[in-house]
């Protein structure tokens, strides 16, 4: 998404939900920062996975050394297995999700060429087949990766807290209640969620 669709986004955001408004007014411009749709940004949302910024910056580092020359690909994850992997400071479950995602990567069972072309629902259905890619690292590279407008990541506990906070919620709102309050927000909801987690101060590292 471009400056200037982010900003269209905003101005659609600020007229139809009064209360986001006044996120916007405090937070300024959306600056969303984008990756490339492509394996090593699956691989490096898996080492993010249930990390804080740092600790997962400095585990990443450690293991894109060591993939060596060829990068972060298939065939280096694969090389490494799970002594590789371990010894870069990646935990034995990630290793497994790693790897699993290189033999589907592989055999061409999860092309990222393919992912541009597919609706955001078979996205999920596609990258979710890979053990430890659940809907919420399939949300996130929709959006991040794939740049598509129009995610709403219900599974999302800064977006939830946000959501619960802004509209003085009892509890976290569950899925339905996400969708009917995100209605009017559409198709925006990508850009309403990065509002969200900055009036948390948490947003993802990618949107940072």
Same mark, same amino acid.
């Given at each position: 998404? $471009?400056?200037?669709?982010?900003?269209? *986004?905003?101005?659609?955001? %600020? @007229?139809? =939900?009064? !209360?986001?408004?006044?996120?916007?007014?405090?937070?300024?411009?959306?600056?969303?920062?984008?990756?490339?749709?492509?394996?090593?940004?699956?691989?490096?949302?898996?080492?993010?996975?249930?990390?804080?910024?740092?600790?997962?910056?400095?585990?990443?580092?450690?293991?894109?050394?060591?993939?060596?020359?060829?990068?972060?690909?298939?065939?280096?994850?694969?090389?490494?297995?799970?002594?590789?992997?371990?010894?870069?400071?990646?935990?034995?479950?990630?290793? $497994?999700?790693?790897?699993?995602?290189? *033999?589907?990567?592989?055999? %061409? @069972?999860? =092309?990222? !060429?393919?992912?541009?072309?597919?609706?955001?629902?078979?996205?999920?259905?596609?990258?979710?087949?890979?053990?430890?890619?659940?809907?919420?690292?399939?949300?996130?590279?929709?959006?991040?990766?794939?740049?598509?407008?129009?995610?709403?990541?219900?599974?999302?506990?800064?977006?939830?807290?946000?959501?619960?906070?802004?509209?003085?919620?009892?509890?976290?709102?569950?899925?339905?209640?996400?969708?009917?309050?995100?209605?009017?927000?559409?198709?925006?909801? $990508?850009?309403?969620?990065?509002?969200?987690?900055?009036?948390?101060?948490?947003?993802?590292?990618?949107?940072?």
């Amino acid at each position: 998404m $471009s400056p200037q669709t982010l900003r269209k *986004a905003a101005s659609h955001l %600020k @007229r139809c =939900d009064p !209360r986001l408004a006044a996120v916007i007014g405090r937070v300024g411009p959306c600056r969303m920062r984008f990756a490339e749709p492509d394996f090593q940004e699956l691989v490096r949302c898996i080492v993010y996975q249930q990390l804080n910024g740092k600790a997962a910056a400095s585990i990443h580092a450690r293991f894109v050394a060591a993939c060596g020359k060829p990068g972060v690909t298939p065939s280096s994850v694969l090389r490494l297995d799970v002594d590789g992997l371990r010894a870069a400071g990646i935990s034995n479950q990630k290793a $497994s999700y790693m790897l699993d995602l290189a *033999a589907h990567t592989a055999s %061409k @069972r999860v =092309d990222f !060429r393919r992912l541009p072309d597919l609706a955001d629902s078979d996205v999920i259905a596609h990258l979710t087949q890979v053990k430890g890619v659940g809907v919420w690292t399939a949300h996130m590279f929709l959006m991040f990766s794939l740049r598509r407008p129009d995610i709403l990541p219900v599974g999302d506990y800064g977006v939830r807290a946000a959501v619960q906070k802004l509209y003085a919620l009892s509890e976290l709102p569950k899925p339905p209640e996400m969708e009917r309050i995100a209605a009017p927000w559409s198709p925006w909801r $990508s850009v309403a969620s990065w509002y969200l987690w900055r009036s948390l101060e948490s947003a993802p590292s990618r949107s940072e």
